[in-house]
């Protein structure tokens, strides 16, 4: 296959020729990202992802190496997918206060989401006390540092060292089972 004459025929307007790399790259492109994520039905998401990149990225293609080219986009695709899949696994607790996260929200997803608070509410349950009560009163009251240790009638070094341990604790507890 002459890749090179493909991709211009593509870049001429001949949209059913992107086709032709698409079928010869497709298993590459497959193996690729389902050895970083390893979910078959996520890898089929992103290697659509990753041909609609390659398709609107092909005038910046420099001929440098089809090959080497959509497999880089496979990886970055992958890679954006797993840091994604991170996000929502450690950062549920920045979004806690109910009345502000759920507005607006169409009735699964606040169910969904009202779920997720409980199962963290009652993961934070499961760790001492005094590391949940400075976790709740800095995620769940949305209080500063300084008026949680004006409170609790501890330093601000305090308060920020059990918030650190806290949140360890709960990755901790997260990983094991979490909600």
């Not at 009163?137 to 209080?143: E, G, T």
């Not at 501890?154 to 709960?170: G, Q, W």
């Amino acid at each position: 296959m002459n890749e090179e004459r493909i991709i211009k025929e593509v870049l001429a307007g001949d949209i059913h020729a992107f086709s032709k790399l698409v079928e010869a790259y497709r298993k590459y492109v497959f193996a690729i990202i389902n050895n970083i994520i390893r979910d078959p039905q996520e890898t089929e998401n992103i290697a659509q992802e990753v041909f609609i990149q390659a398709y609107s990225s092909l005038s910046t293609y420099q001929f440098k190496g089809f090959k080497t080219w959509i497999g880089r986009i496979s990886t970055n695709k992958s890679i954006d997918y797993i840091r994604s899949k991170r996000k929502v696994q450690v950062i549920p607790l920045e979004y806690i206060d109910e009345r502000e996260w759920l507005e607006d929200k169409p009735l699964e997803e606040e169910i969904i989401q009202r779920e997720e608070v409980e199962a963290i509410k009652n993961l934070c349950e499961g760790i001492p006390q005094k590391y949940s009560n400075v976790l709740k009163k800095y995620y769940l009251q949305s209080l500063n540092c300084r008026r949680i240790a004006e409170e609790e009638g501890i330093s601000i070094k305090t308060v920020e060292s059990r918030l650190y341990r806290a949140r360890n604790l709960l990755k901790v507890k997260w990983k094991e089972g979490g909600p």
